[in-house]
């Protein structure tokens, strides 16, 4: 996470190594309406500045060797004939000296304009980058980053440090402020993974050729003169992971190439003159860090911002409006620094800041917020730095927020406070100033607190959104519960029996057989058949020859009677229904199905924080 004795804002901060990124910006001048961003904590200066040396004038030849004055008469007459001389020989060479610096000025003209026609006339994405068929590259990541830092170099207008001196030759690797790696993909292949030129005092312009830096995870230009837009190439950069072009000169509105930067985490682009809206997707990204203070943005918090994972988030010296939406409370779990100094924020302070357990620093100073300060603020253990001053807040201040364990620093000059427990008096940085507190020093005149006493101040008015806590992630999908096995099959019911058909009606005796034998044999006896043990005779049912109907066969009393069914004659002809009767009815199959819990999770004891990075930039190599 970030360290927290840093100032985020000062053009001349420090960095200690191992840090988050907090780059250093040169001194800028902020015009009267933007307040200077105080420092919250100040360590000791690495180079700290001591008393400017008092300087005294050379003392001319006469001071140094007489020691009378002559009478002023004297003086001046003496004076006279070497006075004369020198005004007229300044009159001279007045006119030549103007002539001489007016040509150098129109040839230093010349010479910009020639060199901006020549600029106009090259590709801007380095496609007529001369490449020396001599020059040998290890792959064709160096060869790209070659061409990209050619054209980059001929679209620097200004370098008076020589920095870009070195950028020539095939080794992109020895170029200053250009470092490199082993790729993320392969570790035998190397490439640009970095570009550092803080403080260089370099002016051009960022052309689209960088897009060829598509290896690079760190892009560092802070303190100088770009001017210009942010380059739509950068989409190309899928591993950058810092992106600071903060103190330049960039225009145009808020750059939309960084929200299709997939691997981005910290973002940096105060101390510019970028304007318009900020999208509301910014706070729905993964950055850790993101400051867009000072720049022209106008537009009014989304509620959203609530959604951003980031640990630091500074929008001061902007124009936003509006309310402070009370959704900030869902970034507890990571927000540690909040700066929302002179946004034009216009509303009560939310209470819910106070849910934001982990923060250090909380700035709304040089607003419009109104009401009392909330007792919730008491919850915020970790602060260390709160500035409410220079709004128009009134009432009490509530006791509990002085007793806070780590609180070194508590502002709210220049309010309507009225009530100051006396506990308050013991932090270790107080400022109380311009309020109507009684036995205070340095308070508002009677008149002006009488106006804000009866004046009650409803927060309801200002219609700001309510808190909603978030709601927790869905469940995972439930596996469908497995369905039982299908049912044997029952048998089919057993149909109805058929009634006995009726006996064909009887036919007349068969004629008495004809046998094919000879004549001679037709009237004899048939011969006697073999001896056999005698053996009880079959008997045979043979019907008698009679036209009478034969009567149905006798049926055993065993045997259940074929079941009747009281049918309509239209139903007769219908598949019959099931039977009446079932001797053993079968009982459905019982299935123990396994029982789910289908309520929701209850909601995670942690939120998940991104790990801590280093974000200091890399220290230039020594030069020989």
Known sequence: MINHQLNFFSPQAQLPTGTLVHHADTQRTIPPSQPSIPHYSIPAPRFPLGPLPHINPSPTPCSSTQTHSPPRALRTRTAMPTTKPLLFLALLLVPHLAAALYSSSAITGANDQQRRRLLESYADDGSDVYVD?????????????????????????????????SWSGPDVCGYYGVYCAPSEHDSYVTVVAGVDLNHADLAGHLPEALGLLADLAVFHVNSNRFCGLVPDSFHRMRLLHELDLSNNRFVGGFPDVVLRLPSLRFLDLRYNEFEGPVPSDLFDRPLDAIFINSNRFRFKIPDNVGNSPASVLVLANNDFGGCLPASVANMSGTLNEIILMNTGLKSCVPAELGMLTELTVLDVSHNQLMGAIPAELANLKSIEQLDLGYNRLVGDVPEAICHLPHLQNFTYSYNYITGEPPVCLHVKALDDRRNCIPYRPDQRSPEQCQFFKGNHVNCDAFSCKKFVPPSPPPPPPSPPPPSPPPPSPSPPPPSPSPPPPSPPPPSASPPPPYYEVSPEERYLSPPPPPYQEPTTPPHYDIPSPSYHEVPPPAYHDDAPPPPYYEVSPEDRYLSPPPPAYQEEPTTPPHYDLPSYDYSSPPPPTTMWKLPAYDYSSPPPPATP
């Open 133 to 165: 068929p001599s020059y040998e590259f290890r792959n064709q990541h160096l060869r790209d980053a070659y061409v990209a830092l050619q054209a980059w170099k001929r679209a620097i207008l200004s370098d008076p440090l020589n920095v870009t001196g």
